[in-house]
């Protein structure tokens, strides 16, 4: 079997009388030409302050991947309503406008879905936001920017994955079988050639 697993266990997962290791689950799973993955968990709370409609803050960011992060959004200006309804995500003031909006006025499932956290902590000194707004994100966005600077240390250390990605079957070359090729060597002959000799 590709996953390396026997039938018999196999039948045994699938009747709950016996669970895989995360290891195991892992390898059946890329058996299946998937993988598995974790999904960050993101809270979030209702804020009731007074004089602005009430809004929602989330403890962590999260992730968008292009080309989701980068869409054509349809979405109404609910906060200077006007002709302005849809917005390119790739262009970084419309962007900014969308983002006020999604903040100000949407639900955490329309945030989840097209604010990046990267791009927004990028555009978050720039966003047009009441200050009420403003202080409730402003631990989320400092956690966001924890630690502020990749040391020295870390600057060379290479890993084929990241919290998001990873290099698909990343691994060492394989070794080579038998002996190494080497060049056949050959002597050289310093003397120029001679003329054939008229005799032969």
């Not at 995360?22 to 968990?41: G, K, P």
Request: aromatic share 8%; net charge positive.
């Amino acid at each position: 079997m590709l996953a390396g697993t026997s039938q018999a266990t196999l039948s045994a997962y699938e009747r709950g009388t016996k669970a895989p290791s995360l290891q195991t689950a892992s390898r059946i799973i890329e058996a299946t030409d998937h993988e598995l993955m974790l999904q960050a968990r993101v809270d979030w709370i209702e804020l009731h302050p007074e004089g602005i409609v009430p809004f929602w803050v989330p403890d962590k960011l999260w992730a968008v991947p292009p080309p989701y992060c980068f869409v054509l959004l349809w979405l109404p200006d609910l906060i200077r309503p006007g002709a302005d309804d849809t917005w390119n995500l790739s262009k970084r003031d419309e962007r900014r406008r969308a983002y006020e909006i999604l903040i100000r006025r949407c639900l955490p499932q329309q945030m989840l879905r097209w604010i990046d956290g990267g791009l927004l902590v990028d555009l978050w000194e720039e966003l047009e936001l009441p200050d009420p707004v403003r202080k409730a994100w402003e631990p989320t966005i400092q956690r966001a920017l924890w630690p502020k600077r990749w040391g020295k240390e870390n600057s060379l250390r290479m890993s084929e994955e990241t919290p998001t990605a990873r290099i698909r079957d990343y691994g060492n070359l394989p070794k080579l079988k038998g002996k190494p090729w080497r060049q056949k060597r050959t002597r050289f002959d310093p003397r120029p050639p001679q003329p054939p000799d008229p005799d032969d």
